[in-house]
């Protein structure tokens, strides 16, 4: 059994930054992809960035969010730059037990384990 527990969330002002952290605890860490998801009030959970080998990023967030692992610590990180009032929401840490392709990192069916959320509010 995986565990997540994101850390990180706030209250930014526009143009400000904040960096999540989601830790990790059981089973082999190195050997999972890694995502993070958002959810908006009223809408659905959306796709953010991910981390296999390589690194993929939404276009609304490319440029500005940088998602990064370090397997020593089991611990992704999401330093959020430049954020904006639309980025408002619920993030989710979520891993898959394994490679997968790139597409597949986009679809939150395809992954093991959740955390609970850490919520991000960005004031204009």
């Known amino acids: 059994q995986v565990q997540l527990v994101e850390s990180g969330g706030g209250l930014v002002q526009a143009g400000g930054s904040l960096r999540l952290s989601c830790a990790a605890s059981?089973?082999?860490?190195?050997?999972?992809?890694m995502g993070w998801f958002r959810q908006a009030p009223g809408k659905e959970r959306e796709f953010v960035a991910a981390i296999r080998r390589n690194t993929y990023y939404a276009d609304s967030v490319k440029g500005r969010f940088t998602i990064s692992r370090d397997n020593a610590k089991s611990t992704v990180y999401l330093q959020m730059n430049s954020l904006k009032p639309e980025d408002t929401a619920i993030y989710y840490c979520?891993?898959?037990?394994?490679?997968?392709?790139?597409?597949?990192?986009?679809?939150?069916?395809?992954?093991?384990?959740w955390g609970q959320g850490t919520q991000v509010t960005v004031s204009s």
């Open positions: 059981g089973g082999t860490f190195s050997t999972y992809s």
């Open positions: 979520t891993a898959h037990l394994g490679w997968g392709t790139p597409e597949s990192t986009q679809n939150p069916q395809w992954y093991h384990y």
